[in-house]
Structures are given as structure tokens and as C-alpha cells.
């Protein structure tokens, strides 16, 4: 504790209760290190979204200022602090071309990387014309920084608009067309993307596999996905905008949601920063009674399957699903699948 007493200066003559008052001032602006973010998630996917919700709520409650566009708000009235703008229209775009992404991996990639492209610009361009969102664009809100998913670079120009720095982050490991945009090196042969079905070069044939996917990444996304996106930007900005390469380069830093552990090591620049693993957990609700029953029954383990949100196991080939099943059925142990459908198939 700092006790001030009342005694005089006797180099200046001043009494120090003078300076009370400035002293009390001084520690209330020193501890008004509060800052006016805005995030942006806006990905229609539930996997995406919980990421950083904990970032959101654990900001608000450190007393910044956050504002996000999120396609699954948090909506818990104790966070006064955060205000979300609702997008979960966006899954409607989403939905309608999922089938056709799932289907695409297993029978055309291009076919299918194409139809996720013009999704992303369908409901980047509906995000980007909702009120809310036109509100903020040309509204007199300011922020002191953006974190932003790397994902749809229209959402760059916020950047920009709100003349601040920003950080990128990724929900997965950041693609290899990602790191090139931010300047950094990453070789297609020792480094497959993460998209691929392979993580080693064990054989020609998968290292020009990578090699070709490499070029098709760098040609849809870089190209083609950001000449859509620009403009985008000129109908909902303005046409004074940098382009959005410049603006994914001038990144501060970039958060991938992946685990050295888990992953195969690779170096990073410094300013690409691994976070897997590290972000704090909203505490689960208890499980049902039924769920708690075969848990407590499996005596030798049990195992959660679930494809996430986005793949509907409706969509997966018969053969798939037929295929997921014969391999289940070989293991000791209670299998749990979230399955999205009461028309479960035999194995």
C-alpha cells in the first residue's frame, strides 16, 4: 500500500496533497489500456466460429471494446463489452453447393474447389450488403484493430477502412497459397498442402500431385477468388482501395489453429504463430443421462466419431460410409458417430 502524507516539498514549497489529484488521474488513464477491436469470422461454419469465441469473450471481458461479424453469435448478455452483428444467413449460400464440394473430393477436385470459390463469393457479397454491416462501412465507428479470418479477402478492406493494423487468423493450418501471399517460403514437394490426402513425398507421383495442386491453388485463390473479391470491395467500399493482395501482405501477424504436436514440423516466419490447443474452453453442459449410460457400460474405451458441420454424412457415398462402418466393426471399442440421419446403414 502507498501511503502519501502530508508534508512539505522543500525543494518547490508545494504541499503534496496538490498532488493528489493528479496522482489519482494519472493511475485511472495508466490502467485505460482498453482497445476497440473488431473480429471477423465470416465463414459459415460452426467449426470456424468456436475457435475464437473464447478470444471474443475474453476480450470483452478484460474491458476492450469488440465488435464482430459472425456467422454464430455468443449471445451472453453478461459480455457488455462485445457486439455482434448476426450472419448466420450466410449458410444458406453455404449449404446449397456443400453436396457438391463433399462429392467433388471424391470424384472431381477441380469441379469442386470452383463450386467453394463462387460459395465464398455469394455470401461474402451478402455480408458484405447487409445493413449492419453497410452501417459499420460507412458509418463513424472507429477501431484500433482488426483480427480477421483469411479466408475471404473482401474482409481485408476493413483494414483500410478503419485505417488500423490487423491480424489474420485461421480456424485449420493455414493454405499454402496463404503463406506465399504474407512472404513466406513454403515448397509444395517438402510441404504438401493440407487439403491434400497426403502429408509426405514418399513417391513421384504424390510429389507432382502437390506440385500441380500448388499451381491450381495459386491460379483459383490468388487470382480468380481475389479478382471476385475486389470487386466486391469497389461495390461496398469504394473504388480507392488498395488491392487485396497488398492488403493480405501488410498482415501484423497470423494465428494458424494448429499443433506442432500434431502436425508435421515446419518452420514458420516469426510472424506466423501456432495457437492449437491454446485457447481456453467454454465449459461443456452435462452430458445427457442416455450418453452418460454407454459411456459409464464401454469397458474398453470408447470412441467419438463426428465429421464437424460441415460434412452432411447424408451427402457421403454408400461406399464411404459402407467403408467407415466394416472399419468400426473391427475395433474392441464402443464407437460413438454423430450421424446426421435415422437412416443408418449396415455394416
Given at each position: 500500500?502507498?501511503?502519501?502524507?502530508?508534508?512539505?516539498?522543500?525543494?518547490?514549497?508545494?504541499?503534496?496533497?496538490?498532488?493528489?489529484?493528479?496522482?489519482?488521474?494519472?493511475?485511472?488513464i495508466s490502467?485505460?489500456?482498453?482497445?476497440?477491436?473488431?473480429?471477423?469470422?465470416?465463414?459459415?461454419?460452426?467449426?470456424?466460429?468456436?475457435?475464437?469465441?473464447?478470444?471474443?469473450?475474453?476480450?470483452s471481458l478484460r474491458g476492450h471494446q469488440v465488435t464482430t461479424l459472425t456467422t454464430d453469435p455468443i449471445n451472453d448478455a453478461k459480455l457488455t463489452n462485445l457486439t455482434e452483428i448476426d450472419l448466420h444467413f450466410s449458410y444458406d449460400a453455404w449449404r446449397s453447393v456443400l453436396a457438391e464440394v463433399v462429392e467433388g473430393t471424391q470424384n472431381n477436385f477441380v469441379k469442386s474447389v470452383r463450386a467453394m470459390t463462387l460459395a465464398m463469393q455469394e455470401f461474402s457479397r451478402r455480408q458484405l450488403a447487409h445493413p449492419s454491416v453497410q452501417g459499420l462501412i460507412h458509418g463513424d465507428a472507429s477501431f484500433d484493430l482488426?483480427?480477421?479470418?483469411?479466408?475471404?479477402?473482401?474482409?481485408?478492406?476493413?483494414?483500410?477502412?478503419?485505417?488500423c493494423p490487423h491480424i489474420g487468423v485461421s480456424s485449420v493450418d493455414v493454405p499454402s497459397n496463404v503463406l506465399r501471399l504474407i512472404g513466406h517460403?513454403?515448397?509444395p514437394v517438402v510441404y504438401p498442402d493440407y487439403m491434400l490426402s497426403f502429408t509426405d513425398h514418399s513417391t513421384l507421383l504424390k510429389r507432382l500431385k502437390s506440385i500441380a495442386f500448388s499451381l491450381y491453388a495459386e491460379f483459383e485463390y490468388n487470382h480468380y477468388?481475389?479478382?471476385?473479391?475486389?470487386?466486391?470491395?469497389?461495390?461496398?467500399?469504394?473504388?480507392?482501395?488498395?488491392?487485396l493482395v497488398e492488403m493480405a501482405k501488410n498482415a501484423s501477424l497470423l494465428f494458424t489453429n494448429s499443433d506442432p504436436i500434431l502436425y508435421k514440423p515446419k518452420p514458420f516466419l516469426p510472424n506466423v504463430i501456432q495457437i492449437g490447443g491454446g485457447s481456453y474452453r467454454i465449459p461443456p453442459a452435462p452430458l445427457p443421462n442416455k450418453l452418460v449410460g454407454v459411456l459409464d457400460a464401454a469397458s474398453s474405451g470408447v470412441i467419438y466419431f463426428s465429421l464437424g458441420t460441415n460434412v452432411n454424412t447424408e451427402n457421403l457415398p454408400?461406399?464411404?460410409?459402407?467403408?467407415?462402418?466394416?472399419?468400426?466393426?473391427?475395433?474392441?471399442?464402443?464407437?460413438?458417430?454423430?450421424?446426421?440421419?435415422?437412416?443408418?446403414?449396415k455394416a
Open positions: 500500500m502507498i501511503e502519501i502524507t502530508s508534508h512539505v516539498i522543500s525543494s518547490r514549497g508545494y504541499h503534496v496533497e496538490m498532488f493528489v489529484p493528479f496522482v489519482v488521474f494519472w493511475a485511472l490502467g485505460g489500456n482498453c482497445a476497440r477491436i473488431l473480429g471477423i469470422i465470416p465463414f459459415p461454419s460452426y467449426s470456424h466460429q468456436i475457435v475464437f469465441q473464447p478470444l471474443w469473450r475474453e476480450l482488426l483480427i480477421v479470418e483469411y479466408f475471404l479477402p473482401s474482409m481485408f478492406a476493413f483494414a483500410e477502412r478503419f485505417r517460403p513454403i515448397h477468388l481475389y479478382s471476385l473479391q475486389q470487386e466486391l470491395v469497389e461495390t461496398s467500399f469504394g473504388s480507392n482501395y488498395s488491392s454408400n461406399e464411404t460410409r459402407k467403408a467407415i462402418l466394416e472399419a468400426f466393426a473391427e475395433l474392441p471399442y464402443t464407437v460413438l458417430w454423430k450421424f446426421d440421419s435415422d437412416d443408418i446403414p
